[in-house]
Nanobody
Framework: QVQLVEYGGGLVQPGGSLGLSCAAIGGFFSINVLGWYRQAPGKQRELVATITSSGTSNYADSVKGRFTISRGGANNTAHLQMNNLKPEDTAVYYC?????????WGQGRQVTVSS
């Protein structure tokens, strides 16, 4: 069983910055992909950013240039740095880990961008 422990998020004004971190804990051989997804009220969950074990990152068009995802080496951690936040970024953000053959989710962290 793999558990994902999430930290960060919170409340900021438009244009501000927040960080999210995720640590994978438990028995596994490797995690192929770590990422963050978000879900706003009344909307479907959507991809924000992912990063593979080789360091290849992928971003949603809506956050590209503002968000940066990175991995913590062999510690199976991921950090999402969110800059120039906009009100439309408001959502619950979920850490996601993909490994063969299973997928894991964190419990979610609230990010609220409001003046």
């Amino acid at each position: 069983q793999v558990q994902l422990v999430e930290y960060g998020g919170g409340l900021v004004q438009p244009g501000g910055s927040l960080g999210l971190s995720c640590a994978a804990i438990g028995g596994f051989f490797s995690i192929n992909v770590l990422g963050w997804y978000r879900q706003a009220p009344g909307k479907q969950r959507e991809l924000v950013a992912t990063i593979t074990s080789s360091g290849t990152s992928n971003y949603a068009d809506s956050v590209k240039g503002r968000f940066t995802i990175s991995r913590g080496g062999a510690n199976n951690t991921a950090h999402l740095q969110m800059n120039n936040l906009k009100p439309e970024d408001t959502a619950v953000y979920y850490c996601n880990a993909k490994t063969l053959p299973q997928e894991y989710w964190g419990q979610g962290r609230q990010v609220t961008v409001s003046s």
